[in-house]
């Protein structure tokens, strides 16, 4: 079984797409897709996008909100 240095030695010659499929494939690998969470978050997301383009919302800047709840 390969340890983690020869891994990382290895994950160096990917390209930053296979990059980030494998940290995907980790992450996968720890905690599953949970479809019902999964679902959830993207009608979420359709709703604000809705609501940003029927401007019934406002964009804050990241930084305003860093400044303001940032440590």
Do not use: C
């Amino acid at each position: 079984m390969p340890n983690i240095d020869s891994i990382l030695s290895d994950m160096a010659t990917l390209s930053e797409r296979e990059k980030l499929q494998l940290v995907d494939k980790i992450l996968l690998s720890v905690q599953p897709i949970n479809k019902g969470v999964d679902a959830a978050w993207s009608h979420e997301a359709e709703e604000r996008v809705k609501a940003f383009d029927a401007e019934n919302i406002s964009i804050v800047e990241a930084q305003d909100v860093l400044e303001k709840y940032g440590d």
